[in-house]
């Protein structure tokens, strides 16, 4: 069974960091993209950050400069680390796995497996 795990959020202010992990259990992700999203209350789910199986990263203008996606394939967990925080980062944020292996997509359709979400709070 393939489960994805968030963990690192909480409440920052602005200015402040902090760090994402997503646990990657039940497949081996090595080979696939994978991505973070997030979802603010009212709004759609957006892409915030993609990595390739190769290790090319993509990140949403809106967080280019300030978030920073890596992964570690030995332990099978992707990591989100996100600094210069914004009151407009609160959301839902959300780690997401595929199965497919050309290339990575912004398309929340693209990813077969989902987190349950961690929240970030950015107080304005």
């Known amino acids: 069974q393939v489960q994805l795990v968030e963990s690192g959020g909480g409440s920052v202010q602005a200015g402040g960091s902090l760090g994402l992990a997503c646990a990657v259990s039940?497949?081996?992700?090595?080979?696939?993209?994978l991505g973070w999203f997030r979802q603010a209350p009212g709004k759609e789910r957006e892409g915030v950050a993609l990595?390739?199986?190769?290790?090319?990263?993509k990140y949403a203008d809106s967080v280019k400069g300030r978030f920073t996606i890596s992964k570690d394939n030995a332990k099978n967990t992707v990591h989100l680390q996100m600094d210069s925080l914004k009151p407009e980062d609160t959301a839902m944020y959300y780690c997401?796995?595929?199965?497919?292996?050309?290339?990575?997509?912004?398309?929340?359709?693209?990813?077969?497996?989902w987190g349950q979400g961690t929240q970030v709070t950015v107080p304005s």
């Open positions: 997401a796995s595929s199965l497919r292996s050309n290339g990575c997509s912004w398309s929340p359709n693209f990813f077969t497996y």
């Open positions: 039940g497949y081996t992700y090595s080979s696939y993209c």
């Open positions: 990595i390739a199986s190769f290790g090319i990263t």
